[in-house]
């Protein structure tokens, strides 16, 4: 993948768009330390989709979850001393 520094991304950037577009992503430097990647949208990561359930059944949340270890916690912040 092609490096191009600032000056020449700001320059020549609707080519570099243009190429980028057709598959020819390119990276833009700065100083030499590379800062940001530009690839066409259907090239970049997939989105993961979402599986919400999928533990259905698999785990059980105790009633007293919002109170588990609350007077361990009481006692370290020292209410109701």
Do not use: W, Y
């Not at 991304?9 to 430097?29: E, H, N, P, Y």
């Not at 990647?37 to 919400?52: F, T």
């Amino acid at each position: 993948m092609r490096t191009v520094n600032m000056h020449e991304a700001k320059t020549q950037l609707s080519r570099l768009v243009a190429r980028a577009a057709k598959g020819v992503g390119f990276i833009v430097a700065k100083a030499g330390k590379p800062l940001v990647k530009v690839v066409p949208l259907d090239a970049g990561d997939a989105p993961v989709p979402c599986r919400l359930g999928f533990l259905v059944g698999e785990i059980a949340v105790p009633d007293d979850f919002d109170r588990m270890g609350q007077d361990k916690i009481e006692r370290q912040f020292g209410v109701g001393s």
